[in-house]
């Protein structure tokens, strides 16, 4: 097998018994990008330098008998939402072009430290906000499997980088179904943790109390392998959780037996894609047989979960993305053609109507309505009491089951274009993902089928606060009972 | 509660409301790490979380929550079990996120007072605090105006430093009073170590709210429209920017008959130089902050525990420590107050002397007519006094047993201060000794055989007349107590008869 085969778990056993130096896993997936990404678009920035020179003081270390870290030599593309100290940071936005933050994301030195190598920055949706990766200032990703489709999104370079073997592992972050939704429409597994189980800081805010860090993978024993690095508690972070870090891989083998699994009826609405709705029914007959059971559950406000996110993150989107105003870093306009209050208000003005893209001063706007005073009551108040209501719906569903399944978006991917006119038609590709951030749960979607035209189709499992142990276990376990995973597209370019 | 006379003479009624910023005495910042010290070089005490630099979050700082709370419980407020943090939302270049962590519908703290009594009587207010909150400074904006180029530099040291706000119920009477609740403010927030208040340097900052009530000849009350002063630099510009504030909202009254409601509030800025308030430009509308909860903060929730352990350490306030002192040296409530108001070390200090000289009232006159006239005269605080307790225990103790009078004690004092040697020292220098009982009788007989006219009025009734031979005493030897001259020339002169 080629070392861009194999799995996260083989690599980084490959390395460490020096059965593969790190430098030549490198340089197997660096070779993989430079034959893909041009189709693709999956990156932002490549690091061929960097990550060959951390490489070869892995295998340096390696060879002069000194410890190497957990992942050591696995290559890893991150989401260019974490703050790299090395390498730009741009959230896919002209706002943040030519921005290099000063520090690492704790992501990004707990991989770092654990002597991954940073292969580069995956593109994304700027700010993170969009479903589909149309929304990146730098053009738009491809999807491996039919490059007139959609990635998903917002993770969409991490989604489709992995799908197409040109990184093992990629980091995305999740507000609404970021890592979810791609995962499932580029055919890799994602998880998306409990809220405050990965450090936030350096973590570029989309919304604060809904972002959520998770790994990318092709499997759900390489995320599990990638949760152990990545997660556990950051005191440089107020809403990370103090909980300890589970050995995530050593929990993969128990079996599913009495597990219970909900399914939720609101999840068959209308709009479900019929070879969708056939994949996940087959996907609930392998936990069937696995020895689980599965049960209806009743999610009641789940309907309420994209117009509530919907107001939500844009009102702390509106004011996390304040402080692009063009004064102390990034884009400043450099018209002084006058027509302002003030040459302040104009710089104000122009810097971020020229740094911003339509899909975030959209956003940027609806939550600077619904902040507003006179409808502050009836927006962002009412979402939260909504919010509230929607976790509660998920504390009642879990009394009764263990797990929540169902399909992760409700079409397999689409023709890129095809909703870039109509931004409530792009706004319900959410509808599946978004009640797992309302509720600030953890959830997971991985393939478990493919329709006729060849496109993967996704699965998605949500648990209770903290249970990301079972939402591997349960995947992995899926995975041993299928091979939907370890299909790959068959030519790229 | 007596007021102010010019009050009851006024045709109006001046009430005022302050809201107070102060800068809490930590090492960092609210939210991260960065020292908080003053005057460093602009921008080298900052970090991403204060840059507001992208993906930066926020730490709170539990020694600020802490010194909030001590400040809070001695301003009598109640403090909230539960309290959360807000984002106060607004653009300007010296506030790097765009908005300010804030606290706006529970403040941790709320419905309080402080006290406030003229030690000669003049007046006795107890003012209502509405609510004390915790919130981050800005930065600072320079406006460089030099050769035209109207650069504005931007100084971030500042940004991120904890702040309490402080706003009282509009329940001060005059100028005086505000002033006067100021000095208490703040000196009750120095004793407790939360602030060190110090207007120059930012650490203390005042607006005013001012109107007037007017009795209308119908029994009616008019009230003038409220007008929110600021800049003013020190606890005296606050005084005299009401005080023209008053005049001028009368004058305007009498011309315009404007009440509160008919017209938005103003602000006016406070002009020192020329000794007026002006019109500050009027914001259209009332500014929308857009609050809402700080996502990237958890609440703050006050166990009783915690709230004990806070009270434990607070120390004495300053109104208890006024009683204490005048109850536990016997010393006067203006005398206690002189030394309270001096602040906490002048009280230890205080303290330490009368207790070695076992005598209060004389610690005190010591410590305010010749401690704090030279700690005036140089400029100083009695933590770099030269002369420490021990010393002057020593100087007071030697007048006390009569070794020497206090004018003779009060230029050893000066010698002591000035040359920096020790009390005992400058005694046998200066040819100060003790003048001995053989000594005292020599000189007193030979005064006596020197004045017979002194003597015979003595004995002809006239003890006053004794006062004569006491100069004369002195010029012989400077070193004798008046009083045993006296007491022995008396004596002497009654045996003679």
Known sequence: ?493 | MSSAASESLAPYTTIIGLEVHVQLQTRTKLFCGCSTTFGSPPNTQVCPTCLGLPGSLPVMNREAFALAMKAALALNCKIAPFTKWDRKNYFYPDLPKGYQISQFDLPFSSDGFLEVVDPKGAFSRRVGIIRVHLEEDAGKSMHDEAAGTADTRIDLNRAGTPLCEIVSQPDLRTPQEARAWLNELKLLLVYLGVSDCNMQEGSLRVDANVNLHIPQPDGRIAKTPIVEIKNMNSFRSVERALTYEAARQWEEWQVTKAELGTTPKQTRGWDDPAGITRAQRHKEESSDYRYFPEPDLVPVTVSDARLAEVRAGMGEPPTELRKTLADKWKISAYDADVLVNQGRDLVAYFEDVATKVADGKVASNWLQQDVLRTLNERGETIDAFPIRPDALADLIGRVQKGDFDTSRGREIFAEVLSSGRAVADVVASLGIAAVGDDELVALCQALIAENPKIVADVKGGKEQAAAGLIGQAKKKNPNVNPGKVRAMCLDLIRAMS
């Open chain 1, 1 to 493: 097998m080629q070392p861009a085969e194999l799995s996260a778990t083989d690599l980084v056993t490959a390395v460490r018994q020096g059965d593969l130096s790190a430098v030549q896993c490198t340089e197997a997936f660096l070779a993989r990008i430079e034959a893909l990404d041009g189709a693709v678009n999956a990156f932002l920035k490549v690091d061929r330098d960097g990550a060959l020179a951390k490489a070869a003081e892995i295998d340096a270390r390696r060879k002069a008998g000194k410890s190497i870290g957990a992942l050591a030599g696995l290559p890893v593309a991150v989401k260019d939402v974490l703050c790299t100290a090395d390498l730009p940071t741009t959230c896919a936005s002209k706002m943040l072009e030519h921005f290099r933050p000063p520090y690492d994301a704790d992501t990004v030195r707990r991989l770092r430290e654990a002597d991954a190598v940073i292969v580069g920055k995956t593109n994304m949706d700027e700010f993170a906000m969009g479903g589909s990766n149309e929304n990146s200032a730098f053009g738009p990703v491809k999807n491996p499997w039919d490059l007139t489709r959609a990635p998903g999104g917002s993770s969409g370079g991490s989604a489709a980088c992995v799908a197409a073997d040109m990184a093992p592992v990629a980091i995305g972050s999740d507000t609404g179904g970021s890592i979810r939704q791609p995962a499932g429409l580029c055919g890799i597994t994602g998880l998306k943790p409990t809220y405050g189980r990965v450090s936030r800081r350096g973590l570029i805010a989309f919304a604060s109390s809904l972002d959520q860090i998770g790994p990318m993978a092709r499997s759900a024993a390489d995320c599990a392998l990638v949760m152990e690095t990545i997660a556990g508690h950051d005191p440089g972070d107020s809403t990370s959780l103090a909980a300890d870090v589970p050995r995530y891989t050593e929990l993969l083998e128990q079996p599913l037996t009495g597990i219970r699994i909900g399914r939720v009826a609101e999840h068959y609405a209308e709009g479900l894609d019929p070879e969708v709705a056939k994949g996940v029914d087959e996907a609930f007959a392998v936990f069937k047989a696995a020895g689980a059971t599965v049960v209806d559950v009743e999610l009641p406000h789940a309907k309420y979960g994209v117009p509530t996110y919907y107001l939500i993150a844009p009102c702390e989107a509106s004011s996390n993305l304040a402080r692009y105003d063009g004064i102390h870093y990034g884009h400043r306009s450099s018209s002084k053609a006058g027509g302002f209050d003030s040459p302040l208000v104009e710089m104000y003005c122009r810097s971020r109507a020229e740094g911003f893209g339509p899909e975030v001063k959209r956003r940027i706007m609806l939550g600077t309505y619904a902040l507003s005073a006179g409808y502050y009551d009836a927006y962002y108040a009412k979402a939260l009491k909504v919010r509230r209501l929607i976790r509660q719906d998920y504390l009642d569903a879990f009394k009764q089951v263990d797990l929540i399944a169902g399909p992760v978006s409700a079409t397999p991917a689409f023709k890129l274009g095809e909703k870039t006119g109509d931004p409530l038609a792009m706004y319900l590709v959410d509808l599946y993902t978004v009640a797992t951030n309302l509720a600030g749960v953890g959830g997971i979607s991985f393939p478990c089928g493919f329709t006729k035209s060849g496109l993967p189709v996704g699965f998605q499992l949500q648990g209770p606060a903290l249970a990301e142990p079972l939402l591997l276990r349960a995947t992995d376990r899926f995975q041993r009972l299928t091979d939907w995973h370890t299909r790959r597209p068959k030519k790229i370019v």
